[in-house]
């Protein structure tokens, strides 16, 4: 059936007259098909004599599924074995016999051969078509495929550990009992107050080594590191009241506006006007650019010297702070704060501070979307 319709797609591409499509076809049939149109031919007496339909009917007849077959029972029952690529692309070939099925009842045949919890994860999300259906199985064994590396990776770092310091043993061991394994060497402690992390951070360094901490870094030594709850000026001081205290980080991706094929952009509705805006998990606050506030006219809180860090060191200036701006994406309402610096490819980019308002997020880069839960939807 795939040949056939390729044939069919090159005719009418090329408008190929009907009386030599068959020897056209012919010219591309090699093996059993090559010799089955050699007694085609010879019995016909005539190539001209045998029609393009009655050709695909002669076809359908030798190289096709038997007459007698259910294709859609076979639909119904298709097994899931391996992965949810090899299942659809099974599915597909299969309900390309099948006749016509409307949207849901497609969604509804591909959903039931997934295996738990696979199906009640496409379900919960009432896709509208097969193809959406198809997308978020994909996504969700993903998911599920990290999880389980994840699981793993910690269970060999479990099994690698040293093992609690145990109390010495008792005087009073009876003679059948073996003798004590020797004690653990003492762990290796780094203790460092809020201010000395505060302080690494804002250098760019890591906790455990005096080198610049970028994604992949790996600490020559490994250290177990202790968090001082005591400070002489900040006693009170917690992680959070840290981080609201250091510049607001933007990545260097977002503000030199490089797009890659996993970038991520939404429309943001402001009032009656529309922008775009960059998701960036690397930035740490929201921003908007200043022709953007301007166009809007945002009522600023002045922050004069201000600066926003760049990833790569530099400093950008902040004409001021843009307090409980409502936005718009799609038909859902957010309430953000974002700072206003120059930013020349995007209107806004909104990062970690409005990611993390919309709680458990599923992302998925191969079909650029994005999955969450906003107001019980």
């Keep these: 059936m795939g040949w056939l319709n390729r044939c069919d797609h090159f005719f009418r591409a090329q408008n190929t007259h009907e009386r030599h499509k068959v020897g056209l076809a012919s010219f591309h049939m090699t093996g059993a098909a090559q010799h089955w149109f050699f007694m085609l031919e010879r019995d016909a007496g005539d190539i001209n004599a045998i029609s393009w339909p009655l050709f695909r009917s002669l076809c359908q007849q030798r190289f096709g599924p038997p007459l007698g077959a259910n294709h859609l029972a076979d639909l119904a029952r298709q097994p899931f074995r391996g992965s949810v690529a090899e299942y659809q692309e099974m599915f597909q070939a299969r309900m390309a016999h099948a006749g016509y099925l409307s949207p849901a009842q497609q969604v509804q045949l591909f959903t039931g051969g997934l295996p738990n919890p696979l199906q009640t ?51 009073t061991a009876t003679p059948t009992s073996t003798p004590s394994m020797p004690a653990a060497p003492p762990r290796q402690l ?143 309402y957010f309430t953000v704060d974002c700072y206003t610096i120059p930013l020349s490819c995007y209107d806004m980019v909104l990062g970690v501070s409005y990611l993390r308002t919309l709680g458990p997020i599923l992302w998925d880069f191969d079909d650029l979307c994005m999955a969450f839960w906003h107001h019980g939807k």
């Design 121 to 171: 994860d496409v379900e919960l999300q009432a896709p509208a078509d097969l193809q959406r259906a198809m997308s978020l199985a994909r996504a969700y064994e993903r998911r599920a495929t990290a999880l389980l590396a994840a699981q793993g990776h910690q269970q060999r770092f479990l099994d690698q550990s040293p093992p609690p310091l145990q109390s010495a043993p008792t005087a």
């Design 190 to 332: 780094r203790r460092l107050s809020s201010a000395e992390m505060a302080e690494r951070r804002r250098q760019g360094l890591c906790y455990n080594c005096d080198e610049p901490y970028v994604r992949g870094h790996k600490c020559q030594r490994l250290f177990y590191l202790e968090v001082s709850d005591c400070d002489d000026h900040n006693q009170s001081a917690n992680a959070d009241e840290v981080a609201e205290d250091l510049p607001p980080l933007i990545s260097l991706h977002a503000i030199t506006g490089n797009r890659s094929a996993d970038t991520m952009q939404v429309k943001v509705g402001i009032g009656n006007h529309q922008f775009t805006a960059l998701l960036d998990s690397g930035s740490t606050r929201n921003f908007i650019s200043e022709s953007a506030a301007q166009h809007v006219k945002l009522c600023l809180t002045a922050s004069q010297g201000a600066t926003v860090i760049v990833a790569n060191g530099d400093h950008v200036t902040c004409s001021g702070l843009a307090q409980e701006i409502d936005i718009r994406i799609g038909a859902e």
